[in-house]
């Protein structure tokens, strides 16, 4: 069995472990990083909120172009004062292979269908009420949902969402114990509620039956 492999962060601890680009961000395995995808998201967000998104694309892209051409002319007047010839100044860049491979993409559709079709037999399910106890929780649901629109518009919800995208996975993995325990009391006694509402409601039972056959 080939040993476990670790993953050293910016304050040299190795006994975190491995995982991906955006995983890392999220758990902030390089707090550098992770403040300034934090801090350019909030900013984009925020800027959405106030202006559309078409002034939002077209300021960002001129002050990207801004700065790509002023480092250019810089660039070159140094060359030129310094009598180099070190190319193009963003020459890695524009080397850079974008494409998308053909089994990439495949890979990514497979992918994006599956989650479609499970999306669609699942919302199928709930609304033509194949179980009538799920149907009423996701009934539940939807009613909760109602306040929360009022509360929220999208965009705040939106915003709130990437801030716990950044606080949440980490407070979870530092307080993983605790957590997972609790979840588990609460799941089992909500399970237990459940299940006395199938019990009890003729149609859950009907619905089991036919599930069995």
């Known amino acids: 069995m080939p040993p476990r492999r670790t993953f050293k962060n910016d304050n040299g601890r190795s006994d975190l472990p491995p995982r991906g680009p955006v995983e890392s961000l999220v758990y902030w395995r390089s707090p550098a990083k992770s403040g300034i995808a ?3 998201g909030l900013v984009l967000l925020l800027a959405l909120a106030c202006c559309s998104l078409i002034s939002v694309l077209a300021y960002t892209s001129l002050l990207v172009l801004s700065g790509t051409t ?5 660039s070159c007047v140094l060359q030129a004062v310094q009598k180099t010839s070190d190319g193009h100044p963003f020459k890695d860049f524009l080397e850079t292979d974008l494409s998308v491979s053909q089994e990439r993409a495949q890979e990514l559709a497979v992918l994006a269908t599956a989650h479609l079709n499970a999306a669609a037999n699942e919302l199928r399910r709930l609304f033509l009420v194949e179980d009538l106890v799920d149907s009423l929780k996701f009934g539940v649901s939807l009613w909760c949902l109602t306040y929360l629109g009022a509360w929220f518009n999208g965009m705040t919800l939106l915003i709130i969402g990437y801030v716990a995208l950044f ?7 530092t307080n993983k114990a605790q957590i997972d325990a609790n979840v588990d009391l609460v799941s089992a006694k909500f399970q237990e509620i459940t299940n006395k509402v199938k019990a009890a409601i003729p149609i859950g039972k009907k619905g089991e039956s036919e599930k069995d056959k």
């Not at 606080?167 to 993995?173: A, R």
């Open 70 to 74: 002023a480092f250019r002319v810089y």
């Open 38 to 40: 934090l801090g350019a």
């Open 167 to 173: 606080t949440l996975p980490k407070v979870y993995e």
